[in-house]
């Protein structure tokens, strides 16, 4: 079975600040991994992913995330950061060969004017 | 293009009925799945539908929730005799095949009073 930790529920920052959201997964098989954004009262968006190759990965949005095989971490970051990423962000992985997404709890993103 | 449709936006019944949801995935994608947001147990995965395999109901959390799929295209997902625990966001998703990104829609809020 796959878990996925996202390590802060909630993440205030300052417009224009680097930011970094933290995921982790646990699997005892190979994955695919990727980090969905939220915006209120919408659907969920594909930020990113990774399936193979380099390990970082860079996304829309200016965001960016790095596969880290040794640590099982795939963490989000973004350097400045502006009002509108005000979202919840939810980290994921897919067992590779398999079709559904084990998602993280998310992490609320509040940017601060 | 015309992304993954859900309707009704939102769903009020009383505990013991029964609902439907329906999902309509983006033209010529194959998978669709349906998600469950929770605030107890954010996002799960329900259930998964490939082309004319058997589907993938491993995330369905009892025998009264089921799902179809009509000739490869429109999904419904029926949840009986509801309770208030059944109360969530439910998420439908699809994609172009097996392995591929997973496009949301805005999901249906379900609240069971």
């Known amino acids: 079975a796959q878990s996925v930790t996202q390590l802060d529920s909630q993440v205030p920052v300052f417009e224009e600040a680097p930011v970094e959201l933290r995921c982790n997964y646990s699997?005892?098989?190979?994955?695919?991994l990727f980090w969905y954004v939220q915006y209120p009262n919408q659907g969920l968006q594909l930020l990113l992913k990774?399936?193979?190759?380099?390990?970082l990965v860079k996304g829309i949005n200016g965001f960016e995330a790095e596969f880290n095989k040794s640590q099982t971490s795939f963490h989000l970051r973004k350097p400045s950061v502006h009002i509108s990423d005000t979202a919840e962000y939810f980290c994921?992985?897919?067992?590779?060969?398999?079709?559904?997404?084990?998602f993280g709890q998310g992490t609320r993103l509040t940017i601060n004017p | 293009g015309a992304g993954v449709s859900q309707s009704p936006s939102n769903k009020v019944t009383e505990k013991g009925k029964d609902v439907e949801l329906r999902c309509d995935p983006i033209?010529?994608?194959?998978?669709l799945y349906w998600y469950r947001q929770s605030l107890g147990q954010g996002l799960e995965f329900l259930i998964y539908?490939?082309?004319?395999?058997?589907?993938?109901k491993s995330g369905l959390p009892s025998d009264r929730f089921s799902a179809e799929r009509t000739g490869g295209s429109v999904s419904t997902l029926t949840i009986q005799r509801t309770q208030q625990e059944d109360s969530a966001v439910y998420l439908c998703?699809?994609?172009?095949?097996?392995?591929?990104?997973?496009?949301f829609g805005p999901g249906t809020r379900l609240l069971v009073l």
């Open positions: 539908f490939q082309g004319n395999s058997a589907p993938d």
């Open positions: 994921a992985v897919s067992p590779q060969g398999a079709q559904k997404l084990v």
């Open positions: 699997s005892s098989v190979s994955v695919y």
């Open positions: 998703a699809s994609s172009p095949g097996v392995q591929e990104t997973q496009y």
């Open positions: 033209s010529g994608h194959t998978a």
């Open positions: 990774y399936l193979s190759g380099s390990t």
